[in-house]
């Protein structure tokens, strides 16, 4: 891909990071440092990647996305209400009452949602579902999961993880945020989930390993993924929790805490935006 598409994706996943910010301030709720540490993902995979439409979420030849670690919500919202799905002004009603954005995703009430996540380490069997039906249809549909390394501590995810080896889904990409945090601390002190990527060769995953802020190394690899053949891929993306906003990032602190008025302002200015309260 050349360098100004690479630029152009960079500048949607900065605009989006912004609307995450205010999108979180506006409930008072919400997750914050895991939204944004994966929203490059979310963007490469939207604005690039899969083949989706927003007038018609249901469209047969689309491709899936599984957001497993449904608890950042906000970066699958930011992205579905910029590309069309819903108007970007519903995003401040994120965890109202009555509102069709809750806090975790609700394949019933949002468009483009595929389905409901939220409790950790069911989302990558779901995709596993998902990838053998289009198997069974003969669609050329591919599944994408997005998944958080504290995620990996659930059991049920090695069993995902060995299922989709070992019926060779070569139409499945998960992609691992890898941003070492999680409500108790450092992944790492809470339950050590590394080697991520020899666990997934393990089961027979191709794996590539990438910074998962490097936007040329995303599109990459979700090239790469889409050229393998007889084997799902993981793509083990390196992040930085709360990614853009130095006073969030790598502090587990903001894994479930919203921006405050003050913190607001100095939050947008980190992200190259100005704020008007």
Not at 194 to 205: I, L, Q
């Amino acid at each position: 891909m050349d360098s100004e598409k690479i630029k152009q994706l960079e500048e949607t996943a900065r605009r989006l990071r912004v609307d995450i910010v205010k999108t979180l301030h506006s409930s008072q709720s919400g997750h914050t440092g895991g939204s944004l540490s994966a929203i490059d993902m979310v963007t490469a995979l939207y604005f690039h990647e899969m083949k989706h439409d927003p007038t018609n979420p249901a469209w047969s030849e689309r491709d899936r996305f599984v957001l497993c670690k449904g608890h950042a919500a906000p970066a699958l919202y930011v992205a579905l209400a910029a590309t069309g799905y819903f108007p970007k002004e519903d995003l401040m009603m994120l965890r109202r009452l009555g509102s069709h954005l809750q806090g975790h995703p609700d394949s019933k009430q949002t468009p483009g949602v595929e389905v409901c996540t939220g409790s950790l380490g069911q989302g990558l069997s779901m995709a596993n579902g998902m990838a053998l039906g289009l198997r069974l249809d003969g669609s050329a549909s591919r599944v994408y999961a997005l998944l958080g390394d504290g995620e990996l501590q659930e059991g049920q995810v090695w069993e995902a993880a060995m299922a989709a080896g070992h019926f060779k889904l070569d139409n499945l990409c998960a992609l691992i945020d890898v941003n070492r945090l999680q409500i108790d601390g450092e992944v790492e002190k809470v339950m050590n989930v590394e080697p991520v990527t020899d666990k997934f060769r393990a089961f027979g995953w191709n794996v590539i390993d990438i910074d998962g802020h490097d936007m040329a190394a995303i599109v990459g690899a979700l090239a790469q993924a889409a050229e393998v053949n007889g084997r799902p891929t993981a793509i083990v993306a390196r992040t930085v929790k709360g990614k853009g906003v130095s006073f969030f990032e790598n502090k587990a602190s903001y894994h479930g805490v919203a921006p405050s008025d003050e913190e607001l302002p100095k939050a947008l200015e980190c992200l190259g935006e100005q704020c008007y309260l």
